[in-house]
């Protein structure tokens, strides 16, 4: 039995019909390396099975909790069923992209059960038509609650059930796990009672520690900054989101984005992917006469793990604001403003301590921290009060090295994040092999036209490269967007007199 943290409770809190707080991998596989060419569902089974001691998420629910007054426990389901976690399904046919990304969809909006381990897997055949994957692939959709992984732990996950070569041999492994009973209502009590008595004190510690820092960092960002840049504004995701969800992907080579992030000294592979965003954004917030005035932020999440706690389930993150510089339209001047913001931004972050959240969170109450978040979307939301936040670009780097399930080899990773309400696009960047990924997530109602948008994305990964590898771009029409004004803008139309 082990008590979650309070960051991790948070994760819980914020779960909702609309709301699901799960992180949602999606691994596709050649199955051509396979033996006879083919993996059936069993041997997929199989391979569950034999890695569910790799980690403590495959077969642990949720208990206690003391009404709120306390975090929850992780305990042993003594019911733990494999069948129900892995299942089987199948795209009809032509079975192609776009059926795809509305499966992902569908099946990345649905929450989990709660009463059960927080885990689902969905293996999809019938990818016959999608372009870019091998004849014959399946796909793997993974499901895992925010509050018991997050990106790096994921990634961890996704390593124990796969293997480095096609016929790889199984250490033998005695498993010798067994079930455990809820916490009694006495214990649960008598430990939330010691709990609450103990925050006050670690509260007041932690602000004596960090207080110095953040006048310290907010002294330093003074400094850096010039003139007097316009309000912060929303942008038309930074609403209420629905329990709908749209999806889809950027397939790009790995050393095509290292080539352009050497064209610019200094540069990483991250500052090009929120480069990329960042153009994207310009292009369809343009296009929808929606963009600020001042520059767009994202929230990059970063890990605060030590050599300590490496391998740690649950979160260990912290949460890096970068200025976009969407207010830029050249490509390569966008990517240098980029890779200073994300510079000015790191330097924050280490001044004041990337574990900051994650320490003052231990020294709150639950109940107060939960309330607290609550009402701030809220109050933001109902008083359209604009946030520094706009949009997440998460950056998980994956394995460079072939991974295997069951002789099938993986070819490909993407993965999808969670919504909230104010912070309706999510963009989860994964690297695996030689490719990486962005997939947005986004609900219907914010983002009815999410081909339009990766079209953004296309055009702006294309003008950017050929800047930075001085290629001629192609002629292009810009993109326009292909639906129906907005009901708001409708709304604020008809309202304009005559």
Known sequence: MQQLTELDNTFLQMESSRTPMHITPVIF???????????????ILEVF???LHKSKIFRRKLAGGAMGFD??????????DLEFHVRHIALPRPGDWRQLCILMSRLHARGLDMSRPLWEAYVIEGLNEVQGLPPHSFAILLKIHHAAID?????????????????????PFEDDWHGEADPSPVAVWSRAYLNNLKRPMKLFETARELLPNVMQAN??????????????QNTPFNAKVSSYRVTDTLVMELDRVKAIRQAVAGATVNDVIVSVVSGALRKYLLAHDSLPERSLTCGAPINVRTERNSQSAGNQVGMMTIDMATTVEDPLQRLRAVMANAGDAKQYSSAVGPAAFLEVSEGLWPQMLNLALHTATLVARTNDIALPLHTVVSNVPGPQVPLYLAGARAHMMMGMGP??????????????????????????????????????????????ENAALGKQPKTRAKPKARRKPRAKAKRKAAAKPA
């Open 29 to 43: 596989y050649d199955q051509s390396s396979a033996q006879g060419g083919k993996v059936r569902f069993k041997d």
């Open 49 to 51: 099975r034999a890695n």
């Open 71 to 80: 975090t929850p426990y992780w305990v042993e389901d003594p019911d733990f």
């Open 151 to 171: 990106g790096v732990s994921g990634a961890e996950i996704i390593q124990a059930i796969h293997s480095l070569s096609v016929d790889e041999a199984r250490p």
């Open 219 to 232: 002294r330093e960002s003074s400094r850096r900054d010039t003139g007097n840049l316009p309000p912060l």
């Open 419 to 464: 919504l909230l309400d104010m912070a309706g696009l999510f963009h989860a960047v994964i690297s695996y092999c030689g490719t990486i990924t962005i997939n947005f997530t986004s609900c219907r109602e914010l983002l009815p036209d999410p081909d339009f948008y990766k079209e953004c994305l296309e055009q702006t990964y294309a003008e950017l």
